[in-house]
């Protein structure tokens, strides 16, 4: 029930934010863009609109996911409304997971929100509503609910500057994981094929839940994919959760 | 206000600098395919489609001015590399590089590029061997090879209904300019972007001048064996029944015999269609690499 107050009172929070809607009107741009971006060229228009449209969706879900998430603990502990809310009977650890909560909701309404637009613009343009787009657009959802947990990790601990960065960073790495170990396979020192080995399993493999190219050119994706793709985002969330409310229950509030 | 107009002249002053600019061209730094694609962070396809504009708006405005594309293989190479399975890059670019460019080979590289990467359940699938053999056939003159090609095509069920009826025409090296004009036509219909459907349909009119212009040496030739001299005019082989009537020349212009020497001639489309021999590296200069 705490946990519910604390999200919905962060929800409430994170909307009243301004960079919040100017993300979300750059998208909005950025998809119509597409459509006369589309007349331009020549041949499969709805494909340049659904790459765009999909596209924006991930990679302003991604600067909203790591923007508001970076600034969210930070400004309880700067404006020291922390200490109001941890004197209460309040364990930290529901304190993060509500604060989680609240952000998962206001990306879940702002992806909403795009993909609404994007689902109009695809029946308007299109010859038909192909279901598997909702597909690419849930995984894309399922990413940005992974690097929301990895902005928290970090801003459990440093300033929002720089866990911003970090979560930006995670989020490069996290596409060119596969690289890595196809780096590592190719190297003849066992050690650094260890450690990018190593380094492969740790950090998350974001290229999972990128199923925007099939889709589009309407592939199927099995089902079962996305069900391994699910629980390989959802156990990941769970352990770096898990692993912010360690630091977070270790930090000294001053 | 005034800050306002002053943002808008400085702007207009400075897009000189940008046209000028322009004139180097700032596809010298487009990094390969293979090299943006990891770099693209899994937006690969967002990035496939903003390449495939730039390549439209960049034969667009070629086209129109020098007719050079210098860059336009790299482009298509990107575009295929970031995105493989988008079908429509592959024929624009196997075209363009045939038909405008004059570089077989790199024509033929991007045509097998998609080939190989587009879906074979794509409803275009068949434009690939399609004009891949309408290369070998129209500008090699080798049959064996288009007719290969064709049957590939052929197989395929988008396909149009004349297709096998041309496989069997080529296995039998039957090379007329109307089986040419087929594929141009065919060309033409499925291409949709304006400027390379005039560039086809002008390449349409030299393939009907040079089968116009075949028609009437044979016939000049048969002329001449009965008669013993060039006609004066071409009338004269009409009058002589040899044949109905004097062809339309699609350029506007007429037909014409020089009586002398026999050379049978249009008055608006002087040269005769180039045909490309196999390995010849192509027309223009620096297309870029295969």
């Known amino acids: 029930m705490k946990i519910i107050a604390i999200a919905v009172n962060t929800f409430r929070e994170a909307v009243r934010d301004k960079i919040l809607y100017s993300l979300l009107f750059f998208a909005l741009v950025m998809m119509s863009l597409s459509v006369i971006l589309g007349n331009l060229t020549i041949g499969e228009q709805i494909k340049i609109i659904e790459d765009f449209g999909l596209g924006t969706i991930s ?26 809310i941890l004197s209460k009977p309040i364990p930290r650890w529901v304190f993060l997971l509500g604060k989680y909560g609240g952000l998962l909701l206001t990306l879940l309404v702002e992806v909403s929100v795009m993909a609404a637009f994007f689902v109009l613009l695809v029946l308007y343009y299109g010859v038909g509503f192909d279901f598997a787009l909702l597909k690419a657009i849930g995984l894309i959802y399922l990413e940005l609910a992974l690097i929301t947990a990895v902005a928290l990790f970090f ?75 699910t629980l390989y985002g959802l156990l990941y969330i769970t352990g770096t959760l898990l692993l912010t409310v360690l630091v977070f229950q270790r930090r000294d509030f001053r | ?51 495939w504009v730039k390549t439209v708006g960049y034969f667009g405005s070629h086209v129109l001015t020098d007719r050079q594309y210098p860059y336009l293989y790299q482009l298509v190479d990107v575009v295929t590399t970031l995105d493989p399975l988008f079908e429509y890059p592959y024929e624009f670019g196997g075209i363009v590089l045939a038909l405008e460019v004059g570089h077989l080979q790199l024509s033929d590289a991007v045509l097998r590029k998609g080939l190989g990467n587009v ?20 500008y090699r003159r080798d049959f064996q090879t288009a007719a290969r090609y064709m049957e590939m095509a052929a197989r395929h069920p988008g ?34 972007n304006r400027e390379l459907k005039e560039r086809i349909a002008q390449r349409i009119r030299e393939v009907i001048v040079d089968r116009d212009i075949q028609l009437l040496e044979k016939s000049r030739d048969e002329y001449k064996k009965t008669r013993g ?18 062809p339309r020349e699609p ?38 690499k295969p």
């Not at chain 1, 990679?59 to 109001?84: P, Q």
């Not at chain 2, 002053?6 to 010298?28: C, M, P, S």
């Not at chain 2, 039998?172 to 499925?190: D, I, N, T």
């Not at chain 2, 001299?229 to 004097?246: D, H, K, T």
């Open chain 2, 229 to 246: 001299a060039f006609p004066e005019s071409l009338q004269a082989l009409v009058q002589a029944g040899i044949i109905p009537a004097i």
């Open chain 2, 159 to 192: 396909r149009p209904e004349y297709l096998p009826l041309l496989v069997a025409k080529l296995y039998a090296k039957a090379y007329e300019p109307a089986v040419g004009l087929q594929f141009l036509e065919e060309m033409y219909r499925s291409t949709e």
């Open chain 1, 59 to 84: 990679l302003f879900g991604v600067l909203i996911a790591v923007f508001v998430g970076v600034g969210l603990v930070y400004k309880e502990i700067e404006r020291r409304t922390i200490y109001t």
């Open chain 1, 155 to 229: 801003s459990a601990f440093t300033t929002p500057t720089l866990s911003g960065l970090f979560a930006l960073g995670i989020f490069v790495i996290g596409h060119l994981s596969s690289d890595l170990k196809i780096f590592g396979q190719g190297a003849q020192d066992p050690f650094i094929s260890g450690l990018t080995s190593f380094l492969y399993y740790l950090l998350p493999n974001l290229e999972n839940f990128n199923i925007k190219g099939q889709v589009v050119h309407g592939i199927p994706v099995p089902w079962e994919f996305i069900g391994w793709s």
């Open chain 2, 1 to 51: 206000m005034v800050l306002a107009a002053g943002t808008y002249g400085i702007q207009k002053n400075l897009e000189v600098f940008h046209a000028r600019a322009r004139k180097i061209e700032d596809l010298k730094y487009l990094p390969s395919g293979k090299f943006l694609k990891p770099a693209s962070l899994g937006y690969q396809n967002l990035l496939a489609s903003m390449f």
């Open chain 2, 251 to 288: 350029f506007g212009g007429r037909y014409q015999i020089n009586a002398r020497t026999g050379e049978v001639f249009s008055t608006k489309f002087k040269e005769r269609l180039q045909i490309y021999l196999p390995g010849e590296p192509g027309r223009r200069e620096g297309v870029g």
């Open chain 2, 119 to 138: 879906q074979q359940s794509h409803p275009r699938y068949w434009y690939l061997p399609f004009f891949l053999g309408f290369n070998s056939m129209f």
